[in-house]
């Protein structure tokens, strides 16, 4: 059985190395990790990952939605850095399971991690 593998020179990842990777605020500190990634079922990209702050002092225990254009993947780290500090964190949107039907939240978590929104995308991506 082969092992899923990310390879350094390549961009392709296997979800298996996703899941769990960490997340590193600006200044480096690692602030939690991947939980799981939502992906549109149509077109096969991500759009959010569904972060454990937990590490984060726990300051809202749970798992929160990160736009996905909102991460870069840092090599060095093999982990992904994230623009979120506590006090964004803190004042992100409410998330529910009914959360992912509503676009007008979509919006408001976008605007808040002033994330491109993935719906104004071409559609050649």
């Known amino acids: 059985m082969a092992t899923a593998t990310a390879h350094p020179k ?3 990842i296997s979800s298996e190395h996703v899941v769990g990777a960490k997340i590193y605020d ?3 500190k690692e602030i939690g990790e991947i939980d799981h990634l939502m992906i549109d079922k149509i077109s096969g990209h991500a759009r959010y990952a569904v972060v454990n702050f937990c590490g984060f002092m726990c300051l809202r225990p749970g798992h929160h939605p990160l736009p996905w254009s909102s991460l870069k993947y840092d090599r060095e780290r093999e982990g992904y850095l994230a623009n979120v500090t506590e006090q964004l964190l803190e004042a992100a949107p409410d998330f529910s399971d009914d959360s992912w039907m509503d676009r007008e ?8 991690y002033a994330a491109h929104p993935y719906w104004e995308e071409s559609a050649t991506l």
């Open 10 to 12: 390549f961009n392709l």
């Open 105 to 112: 939240w979509e919006m408001r978590v976008h605007r808040h």
């Open 26 to 28: 600006p200044g480096g």
